[in-house]
């Protein structure tokens, strides 16, 4: 009666059959006509896309000119698509998308695909849902830089203005954000085996682009600003030395000297403060790293990396060298990225599963698994991302020099320097209830084996080269200071109990991202109205 789908396809005119149930509800029900429309996407538009390498992205197409309102249907049909500027490849592939000329003057395939498909159809379309997320961890890349993920809030709100102004100026019937906020259930292709599915909810993994697209954030309740603030450690685990530093009368002594090491985490985060004898104002990271170890299963201590000379409960390594020589490290036989995606990537499986004593791997993160582009025959080869590198920055919201990507924090009024890890970094896949990945060469990535607490051991070291190599020294070991302490060439560890909970505190802030995307709304809105 309201909507007539006569020379569709089968699913089409199913998809018609829906649409008219829908309209003559309203209308029975509460005499209202509105607009219809179903949502389609990139990979089921009516355009041919001879670059696309992956055949079911553009197999098929659903049509939205296959369907119309009646006569007796005065509000009428309108397309609506989900449109992201990162996928499908065809996006980043096809000539005429990456070298299109946007109304900036400048390169925008984003645009380019826009200008393309509001051509092909005869409907006013909507693009029912755009955007990018604002997270630590990266799905996709785009040619023109909007990736899926990796953004700062404030690049995150630049980058949906700009694509707000390409859906306005393409001529389109507008376009809504994805999303209002973050989304904690959400998982991402790449990073999905590493969590335990039924849990994702209760905890905020900040690697997974699908869980930051929001404007509206939700902040672990409990979290430390990662600002220097010592107030907000005030319920943290702490261990201080317990044996004098070595000395080397080089000047750094006292910024290698430590004298606490505090320790506490949240639905987001497991974060860390070392404190100092005295920074100065800031480490010379030319003559002062710190290493952290953290271990999360039960294997035996093993050698540390960096020439450091000692033993340690260790699954992962962390140096702080400065903000370009700054990274978490993993223990080969506990690379999660080496078992799910090292065959695709070219690795040497085997220097994995029997990894050689005191190696320690970066990691990674996979973004694009590799393929082939028809028409061209060009291979676009496997690509990974070293997730592990550690930023610098302020990470407190209410700081004029806030960096939402920050890591690490030098605050060298407090003598302090401050971490803040991901806990998919560490392989838990369930912080609320205390679940990390199981031996997985053996057991698969299914398998979750609960944890009573985390290892974690803090040193400073004098850095021979660039690298980060400690500096030798006539001594049992190579660092010059330790907490909890070094005994027989052992770093001792502090035992840390994470808190769970299957009610997780938080409390809702808007994100940066929000100003400009606010600006840009009322700017076209104010053009509108005059």
Do not use: C
């Not at 070298?99 to 400048?106: Q, S």
């Not at 980058?159 to 259930?185: C, K, L, N, P, R």
């Amino acid at each position: 009666d309201f909507i007539a789908a006569p020379d569709a396809s089968p699913f089409e005119a199913w998809i018609a059959a829906r649409l008219d149930a829908a309209v003559a509800y309203e209308n029975e029900t509460y005499d209202v006509r509105r607009p219809a429309a179903f949502t389609n996407w990139v990979t089921t538009d009516p355009l041919d896309h001879p670059y696309e390498p992956f055949v079911n992205e553009d197999a098929v197409s659903v049509n939205p000119d296959a369907i119309d309102a009646t006569d007796a249907n005065d509000a009428g049909t309108f397309a609506a698509y989900h449109i992201y500027p990162y996928y499908p490849p065809l996006l980043n592939e096809t000539p005429a998308y990456v070298n299109y000329t946007d109304h900036r003057g400048e390169p925008n395939s984003y645009a380019g695909y826009l200008n393309d498909l509001v051509g092909a159809t005869d409907h006013p379309l909507l693009v029912a849902e755009f955007g990018v997320p604002a997270s630590r961890g990266i799905a996709q890349r785009d040619v023109h830089g909007r990736d899926q993920g990796r953004h700062t809030e404030t690049e995150q709100g630049e980058i949906i203005a700009a694509m707000y102004e390409d859906i306005q100026e393409a001529g389109t019937a507008g376009g809504i954000v994805f999303s209002w906020h973050d989304e904690w259930f959400k998982r991402t292709w790449n990073l999905a085996p590493f969590s335990d599915p039924n849990r994702r909810p209760y905890w905020s993994n900040v690697q997974t682009p699908e869980q930051r697209f929001g404007l509206l954030a939700f902040d672990p309740a409990n979290a430390v600003p990662l600002d220097g603030s010592a107030d907000a450690w005030a319920d943290a685990t702490v261990a201080t030395p317990q044996a004098a530093p070595k000395r080397l009368d080089d000047g750094a002594d006292t910024e290698r000297e430590l004298t606490a090491l505090r320790v506490k985490s949240d639905a987001a985060y497991f974060s860390v403060r070392l404190e100092l004898a005295d920074l100065g104002d800031g480490p010379d990271w030319d003559a002062t790293n710190y290493l952290l170890s953290i271990r999360v299963t039960n294997r035996d201590a093993q050698r540390l990396p960096y020439d450091a000379g000692a033993m340690a409960p260790a699954d992962f390594v962390v140096r702080l060298g400065g903000p370009d020589a700054s990274r978490v490290t993993v223990d080969p036989r506990y690379d999660a990225f080496a078992y799910a995606y090292g065959a695709g990537g070219g690795l040497d499986l085997d220097r994995y599963r029997e990894p050689d004593p005191g190696i320690f791997t970066p990691l990674r993160l996979v973004i694009n698994r590799g393929y082939t582009v028809p028409v061209t025959d060009e291979r676009v080869s496997f690509e990974s991302v070293e997730t592990g590198r550690l930023r610098y920055g302020d990470g407190n919201p209410e700081s004029p020099d806030y960096d939402s990507l920050a890591d690490v924090h030098v605050a060298p009024s407090a003598d302090a320097i401050e971490l803040r890890l991901p806990w998919q970094l560490l392989n838990v896949a369930d912080p609320s209830r205390r679940r990390r990945l199981s031996d997985f060469w053996t057991e698969g990535l299914n398998t979750y084996e609960e944890f009573d607490s985390l290892d974690i051991a803090a040193a400073s070291y004098s850095p021979a080269d660039a690298d980060g190599t400690a500096r030798a020294l006539d001594a049992e070991t190579n660092l010059t200071h330790a907490i909890p302490s070094v005994a027989d060439g052992r770093l001792r560890s502090l035992q840390f109990v994470p808190p769970t909970w299957d009610r997780p505190a938080y409390t809702e802030r808007l994100k940066e991202s929000a100003g400009p995307v606010g600006d840009i709304f009322e700017r076209y809105t104010r053009q509108e109205s005059e």
